[in-house]
């Protein structure tokens, strides 16, 4: 590795007269990506399962008349 044969500067170059700072990058939550939006969990819902009101299979009673 060679050596240089300059001083190190004290400060770093001055920056062109235009320059201006780029604004940061956004990053996403850590925890979750963009395109995962948290769901409630089926198992914790209050409402009643669909299949009991006629949406899903049909069991052959009723049980809102129950």
């Known amino acids: 590795m060679s050596v240089p044969n300059e001083p190190i500067p004290d400060q770093p170059p001055m920056p062109s007269p235009g320059w201006k700072p780029e604004p940061p990058i956004k ?37 809102r008349k129950a």
């Not at 996403?28 to 395109?35: A, F, G, I, T």
């Not at 939006?37 to 049909?58: M, Q, S, V």
């Open 27 to 63: 990053e996403p939550d850590p925890d979750r990506l963009p395109d995962e939006t948290p769901r409630p969990n089926p198992d914790e819902n209050e409402e009643p399962a669909k299949h009991l009101y006629g949406i899903g299979p049909k069991i052959g009673i009723d049980l």
